[in-house]
């Protein structure tokens, strides 16, 4: 490859990685609230919760981008505009959050019910439980199903090429049709390849290490 072709693969990484990681902050701040709702004593707002996660698992990502880049600039009473990595972020950390909040509710409750019933007992808020109790240890529990699904998230990124952003398939495409040669798409997929594999170790580290201190 050329050095201008490179340069487009290396600036299409870069984007990939910072794409990733903003939705993923994104999907842990609002997975982890939609997760505690799930588990909380509100019905109404438990409720909602569940209508939201169930509403993201139930459509195609592309669905939620293409709304967001060219709905949303159109509405007749709020239109919003965001840039196109902007609209990735929300898209792709919303849409995640709905698989966060599943698991994050999965390891609230592989708590032990006597923790909580130990925590009520010390005259601890729910807020306080939450806090002290509750979502550091479903945070250890949840630690490989988050990282697979980072993994996953990190894959999802390809989608945003869709509403023009920057990301490495992308650029893919660009010097694919600049050079005519297919074979750049073998080289983006060793390049995801050679990213997850690093973040999959890290993962099963964490994970080792989590127990131990168990």
Do not use: C, D, H
Not at 13 to 19: K, N, P, R, S
Not at 82 to 105: D, K
Not at 181 to 198: D, R, S
Request: glycine share 8%; charged share 10%.
């Amino acid at each position: 490859m050329s050095a201008e072709s490179i340069q487009l693969i290396v600036n299409g990484l870069l984007i990939t990685l910072a794409l990733t990681a903003t939705s993923t902050i994104v999907a842990l701040i609002f997975g982890t609230v939609l997760g505690v709702l799930r588990v909380g004593s509100n019905t109404v707002l438990r409720e909602a919760a569940a209508g939201y996660i169930e509403f993201f698992r139930n459509i195609p990502i592309l669905t939620v981008l293409f709304f967001m880049y060219f709905g949303l600039s159109r509405s007749q009473v709020l239109p919003i505009r965001l840039s196109p990595f902007s609209t990735a972020t929300w898209g792709l950390g919303l849409y995640t959050a709905a698989y966060v909040a599943e698991i994050i509710r999965s390891g609230i409750y592989a708590v032990g019910r006597g923790q909580i019933e130990a925590a009520r007992s010390l005259g601890l808020s729910f807020t306080q439980m939450l806090r002290l109790v509750l979502l550091p240890q479903a945070f250890s529990v949840a630690i490989p199903p988050l990282g697979t699904l980072l993994i996953a998230l990190l894959k999802n990124t390809s989608i945003a090429s869709t509403i023009v952003v920057g990301e490495l398939f992308y650029q893919a495409g660009i010097v694919e049709g600049r050079t005519f040669n297919p074979n750049i798409f073998l080289i983006i997929g060793m390049i995801y390849v050679a990213v997850n594999i690093p973040l999959g170790l890290l993962v099963n580290y964490t994970e080792r290490r989590l127990r131990i201190l168990r």
